[in-house]
T-cell receptor, first 114, second 111 residues
Framework: NAGVTQTPKFQVLKTGQSMTLQCAQD?????MYWYRQDPGMGLRLIYY???????DKGEVPNGYNVSRLNKREFSLRLESAAPSQTSVYFC?????????????FGPGTRLTVT | EDQVTQSPEALRLQEGESSSLNCSYT??????LFWYRQDPGKGPEFLFT???AGEEKEKERLKATLTKKESFLHITAPKPEDSATYLC????????????FGTGTRLQVTL
């Protein structure tokens, strides 16, 4: 039982390049999320998917797109990377537990845009 | 607007020196408050969920408590392996599954 997995672990892009971050979970959770974490800013929600077939914007969606490929997989795409997107990206998944959603995180992707 | 403020930003303790971390929150209604531990270079690891004022939860040397305005993470007789960043997050009512995170308290426990 691997939990939440993310690929790649590290990536360096040049300004204007595109890439897709992959996320998969094996806990049969309905909800999945993409966050970015920057020093002094805390975790900020980019996009989330409450269930298969649905996606919604979070706090900082500009410059990103997502795809909920199936119940297990949720990908994040940067169409034209900018230096401001240098960050650590975390994927998470959750399921309803006693009225709340306890989120479980992957190990992260460290992205540098030059 | 929902807000979560954690203090102190950083805390250095000697092994065995107990202390508390604070998480103050402002939400229109609270569905749940979460504590996570994050080690350098890794993703946050879930610790506790608290649902209502007066609730307490314990795990090894950690105890989390909740009031209507804040939560405390008490660390009793810490060990060096407790060194990490501790994150607090709230799930407001009416927001489906979205969480609002604080910026964390970086804890260092020395021998």
């Amino acid at each position: 039982n691997a939990g939440v997995t993310q690929t790649p672990k590290f990536q360096v892009l040049k300004t204007g390049q595109s890439m897709t971050l992959q996320c998969a979970q094996d806990m049969n959770h309905n909800s999945m999320y993409w966050y970015r974490q920057d020093p002094g800013m805390g975790l900020r929600l980019i996009y989330y998917s409450a269930s298969e077939g649905t996606t919604d914007k979070g706090e900082v969606p500009n410059g990103y797109n997502v795809s909920r490929l199936n119940k297990r997989e949720f990908s994040l795409r940067l169409e034209s990377a900018a230096p401001s997107q240098t960050s650590v990206y975390f994927c998470a998944s959750s399921e309803l537990v006693t009225g709340t959603y306890e989120q479980y995180f992957g190990p992260g992707t460290r992205l540098t845009v030059t | 607007e929902d807000q979560v403020t954690q203090s102190p930003e950083a805390l250095r303790l000697q092994e065995g020196e107990s202390s508390s971390l604070n998480c103050s929150y402002t939400v229109s209604g609270l569905r749940g408050l979460f504590w996570y531990r994050q080690d350098p270079g890794k993703g946050p690891e879930f610790l506790f969920t608290l649902y209502s004022a007066g609730e307490e939860k314990e795990k090894e040397r950690l105890k989390a408590t909740l009031t209507k305005k804040e939560s405390f993470l008490h660390i009793t007789a810490p060990k060096p392996e407790d060194s990490a960043t501790y994150l607090c997050a709230v799930q407001p009512t009416g927001t489906a599954s979205k969480l609002t995170f604080g910026t964390g308290t970086r804890l260092q426990v020395t021998l």
